[in-house]
């Protein structure tokens, strides 16, 4: 695992999008798995910046994302076919037949979760799965005490991250925001080629520490990635302040970025 710590959030997403470009460049017809949320929304915008000015097309590549709610359309303004549209899709050149996204309507959720997992291995596999990670330590949608070879499957909520993600919902309503998802579970996420990880602000600066500093556990399903080949963590000086080995971590990830 690589950390990169940056000045800012700017500066990180930056990084990141260039790590993405590079991928997109070398392989234009690569698998990315794409996460929602606030924390990826400026590497999209750079993204978004790198299309328009020609330096990369995404017109041959093909898309999976994380998860979504289970019981919101992809119309609704808080499902994540709708948030993606918006922050990334209808910014790029990509082709919407080639963006996949979890169907939250889906009459038999365990046969939609099997498909989707079949349909990205079909597709070659993910070769780089972008990745937010919560307050809690968790990736996707695999709280706290998720198998760390947990697969594609709609999951329950805590109480903490519905209340996290009630100021979304019509004014923070907690009675608004769905308490299932579908998600890609720890062990799918974990045979990506490559994973890249954005974490920002002070507020996530316990689940970085967890996530690299702490023994992999289920308690924090983020850990898992401790024991994967191609990890990259980007995150601001305030997301890596109770970093013990932060000073190693930016010399260690700045020789390693020069090559």
């Not at 500066?11 to 260039?18: H, L, Q, T, V, Y």
């Not at 392989?27 to 750079?46: D, F, H, I, Q, W």
């Not at 919101?72 to 919407?96: G, V, W």
Request: charged share 25%; aromatic share 8%; with cysteine.
């Amino acid at each position: 695992m690589e950390i990169v710590i940056c000045k800012s959030k700017e500066e990180a997403s930056r990084k990141a999008a260039d790590m993405i470009a590079a991928l997109v460049k070398k392989n234009p017809k690569c698998v990315l798995g794409l996460a929602t949320g606030s924390t990826p929304v400026a590497m999209y915008s750079e993204l978004a910046k790198d299309v328009k000015a020609k330096k990369i097309s995404f017109k041959q590549v093909k898309t999976w994302n994380l998860d979504e709610y289970y019981g919101l359309a992809p119309t609704h303004d808080q499902s994540y076919r709708y948030f993606m549209n918006e922050n990334l899709f209808k910014k790029i050149d990509i082709q919407l037949k080639n963006t996949h996204v979890l169907n939250g309507l889906a009459k038999n959720p365990e046969k939609e979760c099997k498909s989707y997992e079949a349909a990205i291995k079909r597709a070659g596999g993910i070769d780089l799965q972008v990745l937010g990670i919560g307050s809690d330590g968790h990736i996707a949608f695999n709280e706290p005490g998720t198998s760390l070879k947990s697969r594609t499957s709609m999951v329950h909520l805590t109480p903490s991250t519905i209340k996290d993600n009630a100021r979304l919902f019509f004014g923070g309503n907690m009675d608004e925001v769905p308490k299932s998802a579908l998600s890609m579970g720890v062990g799918t996420i974990c045979e990506a080629k490559k994973i890249v990880l954005l974490a920002f602000g002070a507020g996530k600066a316990d689940a970085v520490k967890g996530m690299v500093e702490g023994g992999m556990s289920q308690f924090c399903t983020a850990s898992a990635l401790q024991a994967h080949n191609d990890a990259w963590v980007f995150c601001d000086e305030a997301a890596a302040s109770k970093l013990k080995l932060k000073e190693y971590y930016a010399w260690r990830s700045e020789t390693v970025l020069k090559g």
